[in-house]
């Protein structure tokens, strides 16, 4: 390590929180000097396969020359114009991107700053939706156990109570109403027994009831949990027979992830409401959106102030619409569907034989996401280390390793990805016998 690196690690250390972390801890995080395609490049000269996309953001790998270009064009016109009182051509062609891509009677876009902040906008749009509707006791959310949608207070509010990350704020956030995680799995069918929690509360506290949050088909950073599209299906007539809003956080799943444009295709429905953001500027730059219908945004429109609650300094920023623009662009004009597949089937190859260890309670692979779920928490630190030494990156949590690649990645270093989680896991097994 160069001097230069060093002092830099110890600023690091001594100054700046990561996410999930404590300053001091002791736990150094890598320096990267640049990235390029699926690979990063350590200040040592190592360099690793990302194997995270960047927490699922990086869809077309590193430093890629035509996202690069959008940047680069856009910053010569200008960087960033508030969107009060002003609009740019960016924005306006992303709408229309959005609109004509997702499901739709989907139609009115609001552009914010991240993914959590999407999720606030969301809740904020179902409450004063029923607000203008003449139904202001509606102000409380049903949402799934062992969901994940983001880390601010209404986005923690709606994210699992117990076993998720922000039970130290459990007496501060606004109480909402929780069902069961659906227990069937993907391409298992529901029965009326399986929806029966969600129907009793939508039955009996319905008029509390702003909308169903929930992430369609793929719970994230709440278990990696695929689950049933039946149940989403049946979850949207439920929420058509008892008159509530359903919101789908698309933030992870979008964008082909799940081998479909956005999860909710897995059923064929249609949400009132839809965030995204993630992959939607290809890991460059923050930037999420909430779509919803016309009768949501006209009621809102047309009641009292008249005006949607809402509005982000950086909201719609003309940098990142542009790379969103192109990234989308390069996703749909690419033969996406079969390249998820060929994903999805090189995960699913390499990391069978994680079936086979004791310590492993399953391994489960949807579209291009991998997950092997252990019967233990995994040493984070340890684990880590042996990762990059193998030559790859990825970020495990609690007892989940798991892999979402960028898209671009090819066969050869999928393979050695795999292989890399196949023989820390075996390692990690074999550390416990």
Same mark, same amino acid.
């Given at each position: 390590m160069n001097l230069n690196a060093k002092s830099l690690l110890e600023c690091d250390r001594s100054h700046i929180w990561h996410p999930y972390s404590a300053i001091g801890s002791g736990h150094s995080p890598y320096l990267v000097e640049s990235a390029s395609g699926v690979r990063l490049k350590l200040d040592n000269g190592q360099e690793l396969i990302d194997g995270m996309a960047s927490w699922w953001c990086v869809i077309h790998g590193y430093n890629h020359p035509e996202l690069n270009q959008a940047v680069t064009t856009q910053l010569n016109s200008m960087a960033h114009v508030m969107f009060g009182g002003l609009t740019h051509a960016p924005a306006i062609e992303l709408a229309s991107k959005l609109v004509d891509i997702t499901p739709e009677p989907l139609q009115s876009v609001f552009f914010s700053d991240s993914g959590s902040v999407s999720v606030e906008v969301a809740m904020k749009m179902a409450i004063q939706y029923w607000h203008d509707k003449g139904h202001p006791t509606r102000q409380h959310f049903v949402t799934l156990r062992s969901g994940y949608h983001g880390d601010t207070f209404g986005a923690m509010s709606v994210c699992d109570p117990i076993t998720g990350m922000h039970t130290l704020f459990a007496d501060t956030l606004s109480k909402q109403f929780f069902v069961e995680a659906p227990q069937r799995g993907y391409g298992e069918q529901c029965s009326d027994e399986d929806m029966r929690p969600l129907r009793e509360i939508l039955q009996h506290h319905g008029d509390h009831i702003a909308g169903l949050i929930l992430e369609p088909i793929v719970q994230g950073a709440g278990g990696m949990r695929f689950y049933s599209p039946?149940?989403?299906?049946?979850? &949207?007539?439920?929420?058509?027979?008892?008159?509530?809003?359903?919101?789908?956080?698309?933030?992870?799943?979008?964008?082909?992830?799940?081998?479909?444009? @956005?999860?909710?295709?897995?059923?064929?429905?249609?949400? +009132?409401?839809?965030?995204?953001?993630?992959?939607?500027?290809?890991?460059?730059? !923050? =930037?999420?959106?909430?779509?919803?219908?016309?009768?949501?945004? &006209?009621?809102? !429109?047309?009641?009292?102030?008249?005006?949607?609650? &809402?509005?982000?300094? @950086?909201?719609?920023?003309?940098?990142?619409?542009?790379?969103?623009?192109?990234?989308?662009d390069l996703?749909?004009?690419?033969?996406?569907?079969?390249?998820?597949?060929?994903? %999805? %089937?090189? =995960?699913?190859?390499?990391?069978?034989?994680?079936?086979?260890? !004791? %310590?492993?309670?399953?391994?489960?692979?949807?579209?291009?996401?991998?997950?092997?779920?252990?019967?233990?928490?995994? +040493?984070?630190?340890?684990?880590? %280390?042996? @990762?990059?030494?193998?030559?790859?990156?990825?970020?495990? @949590?609690?007892?989940?390793?798991?892999?979402?690649?960028?898209?671009?990645? +090819?066969?050869? +270093?999928?393979?050695? =990805?795999?292989?890399?989680?196949?023989?820390?896991?075996?390692?990690?097994?074999?550390?416990?016998?």
């Open positions: 039946d149940y989403l299906r049946r979850a &949207h007539e439920l929420c058509k027979q008892y008159d509530v809003l359903l919101i789908a956080d698309e933030v992870a799943t979008g964008f082909g992830r799940t081998g479909k444009l @956005f999860a909710c295709e897995h059923s064929g429905i249609s949400p +009132d409401i839809m965030c995204v953001g993630k992959a939607l500027t290809g890991g460059y730059l !923050s =930037l999420a959106a909430t779509l919803t219908t016309e009768a949501i945004s &006209h009621t809102i !429109s047309q009641g009292n102030p008249g005006v949607f609650m &809402h509005g982000p300094t @950086f909201m719609a920023n003309p940098l990142a619409c542009s790379v969103a623009n192109r990234s989308i996703l749909l004009e690419s033969d996406w569907q079969n390249n998820i597949n060929r994903l %999805q %089937q090189g =995960l699913e190859r390499g990391l069978a034989p994680c079936r086979e260890l !004791s %310590q492993v309670k399953e391994v489960r692979v949807l579209g291009a996401i991998g997950v092997v779920e252990m019967k233990q928490a995994v +040493d984070m630190k340890k684990i880590t %280390q042996e @990762f990059v030494e193998s030559g790859v990156w990825v970020r495990p @949590f609690g007892r989940l390793v798991y892999l979402m690649p960028p898209y671009i990645i +090819d066969d050869k +270093d999928l393979t050695q =990805l795999t292989s890399a989680v196949v023989n820390v896991v075996k390692r990690q097994v074999e550390s416990k016998l």
